[in-house]
């Protein structure tokens, strides 16, 4: 299947500190990037999808100005966490997508590896 | 509002028996369900998906039915592996337009455990 590098994988910063996440398609185009956030024992909550070249569509009760979304090419798009607080702490996974199509494997969206993100 | 429900938080399993896991959801406008594994700190990974003008779809020890009047579809394991040990998520995807990706929805996992 398709690869989805999320990178990094693991990262302590400082309250008040901003934190960059990068998520790339290695082998084919995203056309749309989804950013989701997992806490213990719950299951994935989209916090924003993301198409190329424009603005980031934010779920309901994500702060847009607090998670700032990035997609600027076919291949990469960033989530920063701005000033950082304790309460952020958590599993952020990104996957990334094409316009529907069907395949064989009947799937079009592939993940990234995550990043467990702790702020002290 | 949770739109798709797995309401067993997890299940154990003997090594060589059938696992089933169940996945309900609310949203008719649903057309599309799929089912991934995850591990600890990692990335969901596909397993198998249905097209909701199915209801069954099989890949190797993995089947997944789908009862439409019931809301209602399961993921078959079988023969079960200690492998396969893992949170189970359920997905469901409503038809967007053309040239839009769809949107998954997930439920909230189930924990699968095999015991050797």
């Known amino acids: 299947g398709a690869v989805v590098s999320q990178h990094p994988s693991r990262v302590i910063c400082k309250s008040g500190t901003s934190v960059k996440i990068e998520c790339r398609s290695l082998d084919f185009q995203a056309t749309t990037m989804f950013w989701y956030r997992q806490f213990p024992k719950q299951s994935l909550m989209l916090m924003a999808t993301s198409n190329e070249g424009s603005k980031a569509t934010y779920e309901q009760g994500v702060e847009k100005d607090k998670f700032l979304i990035n997609h600027a090419s076919l291949t990469l798009s960033t989530l920063t966490v701005t000033s950082a607080h304790p309460e952020d702490s958590s599993f952020y996974i990104c996957?990334?997508?094409?316009?529907?199509?069907?395949?064989?494997?009947?799937?079009?969206?592939?993940f990234g590896q995550g990043t467990r993100l702790t702020v002290v | 509002d949770q739109q798709v429900k797995q309401n067993s938080p997890s299940l154990s399993v003997q090594e060589g028996r059938i696992s089933i896991l169940n996945c309900d959801y609310t949203?008719?406008?649903?057309?599309?369900f799929l089912w991934y594994k995850k591990y600890p700190a990692e990335g969901p990974t596909f397993l198998i998906s249905?097209?909701?003008?199915?209801d069954k779809n099989e890949d190797g020890r993995f089947t997944v039915f789908l009862n439409k009047s019931a809301k209602h579809l399961s993921l078959h394991i079988v023969p079960s592996q200690p492998g396969d040990s893992a949170v189970y998520f359920c997905?469901?995807?409503?038809?967007?337009?053309?040239?839009?990706?769809?949107?998954?929805?997930f439920g909230s996992g189930t924990q699968l455990t095999v015991l050797p």
């Open positions: 249905i097209s909701s003008i199915k």
């Open positions: 996957s990334a997508s094409t316009p529907w199509r069907t395949d064989a494997r009947g799937t079009e969206a592939f």
């Open positions: 997905a469901a995807s409503a038809r967007r337009s053309s040239g839009s990706a769809r949107q998954l929805t």
């Open positions: 949203n008719s406008m649903f057309d599309y």
